[in-house]
């Protein structure tokens, strides 16, 4: 089962507003990354983290890894239309050895315009 | 660069029939994962594939099985199909083995009647 609890589950928010998604879990990760899914497509990685504490940005997405490594999380700012998908975390659990990733549930991001 | 490729797109089968999936890495990648994604469990790793080798495999019964070629592209088969393998099936490709940085393809839709 899930390892990963990703919230919220979904928001809606206006063109324009900030935003912010976050996962924890009990286990420690050894990296976190970001990925965004549009309908009908495969996830596609936005930011990835790999030592505890690194604070990465691409663009208006920036991205944590916590310093515990139970947690992370990722904001948008200044959101547009096109940002809309669902975003997931996903991370390598420091006990799993090969490119095996855990998943988050998703969170649904709506924005009207 | 070209990106991952899944062939099929969608595909439609019914119980108790075999399927098999088809995926073309990105350009110079060596290690293959597949994933399958419903939207009760979210995204389960399945196996992964570096060198013509099985790395890791996730919890699914031994209906499931895959294999790499010697150009790195991989295919995974699904034998006596049931209803609840309908999902998508996503593969993931990365430059290395135990490298955490995937890039998915667009997956194969497989729907079981």
């Known amino acids: 089962g899930q390892q990963l609890n990703q919230s919220p589950q979904s928001m809606f928010i206006q063109e324009g507003e900030d935003v912010s998604m976050n996962c924890t879990s009990s286990?420690?990760?050894?990296?976190w990354l970001w990925y965004k899914q549009d309908p009908g497509e495969g996830p596609v990685l936005l930011i990835a983290?790999?030592?505890?504490?690194e604070l990465t940005s691409n663009g208006r997405l920036t991205a944590q890894f916590g310093i515990t490594r139970k947690d992370s999380f990722l904001n948008i700012s200044a959101s547009i239309p096109s940002d809309v998908g669902i975003y997931f975390c996903a991370g390598q659990l420091e006990e799993t050895s090969g490119s095996r990733l855990t998943f988050g549930e998703g969170t649904q991001l709506t924005v009207n315009p | 660069k070209a990106g991952v490729t899944q062939t099929p797109r969608y595909l439609i089968k019914t119980r108790g029939q075999q399927v098999t999936l088809s995926c073309s890495p990105i350009?110079?990648?060596?290690?293959v994962s597949w994933y399958q994604q419903t939207p009760g469990q979210g995204l389960q790793f399945l196996f992964e594939y570096f060198s013509e080798t099985q790395r890791n495999k996730g919890n699914f019964p031994g209906r499931f099985s895959g294999r790499q070629f010697s150009n790195s592209r991989s295919e995974m088969n699904v034998s006596t199909l049931e209803l609840g393998d309908s999902a998508l099936y996503l593969c993931?490709?990365?430059?290395?083995?135990?490298?955490?940085?995937?890039?998915f393809g667009p997956g194969t839709r497989l729907t079981v009647t």
């Open positions: 350009s110079g990648h060596r290690s």
């Open positions: 993931a490709s990365s430059l290395i083995e135990n490298t955490y940085e995937q890039y």
């Open positions: 983290l790999y030592k505890a504490g």
């Open positions: 286990s420690i990760f050894n990296t």
